[in-house]
């Protein structure tokens, strides 16, 4: 956290970031075996066009075809130890692929999300959220997995 801190300072930030914390987590146990579960992705890198660049909102994007690349030079990670240009190393839809032929899980949603990095845990919980949460029951999503940068 000290180091998150110095690094928030180091951009400009001149509040410390207040992190979230729940007495009661949101998640919930599976109520069918992993191997009939949907399965989606849920990362907060932004689709790579001139829209995603520009513009924080949330996104929707096909699994398939993988997508080649996507927009995380905005955010904070760094940048002097990794990369993002593989993107199957943060966004793990090949690895999903594997599994949904062996059959460890049931399929995959036919698309996954993308959710702006946001210091406004409201906006996060009244907006960004609720409308993640409706993408994947659109999809009868089971499980999400999250994937921040």
Known sequence: MT????LYRAQGYTQDYRWAHFEDAPFSELTKPLSECRVTVITTAMPDTE???SVRQVYSSDCQPIP????TEELS???QA???RDVASFVPLEQLNKLKDSGRIGSIAKQFH???TDYSQRNTIENDGPD???RCQEENVDIALLVPL
């Open 3 to 6: 180091r998150t801190r110095d």
């Open 51 to 53: 829209t995603g660049r």
């Open 68 to 71: 080649q690349s996507l927009f």
């Open 77 to 79: 990670w760094d940048k």
């Open 82 to 84: 990794t990369h993002t």
């Open 114 to 116: 993308s959710v702006p």
């Open 132 to 134: 993640i949460l409706k």
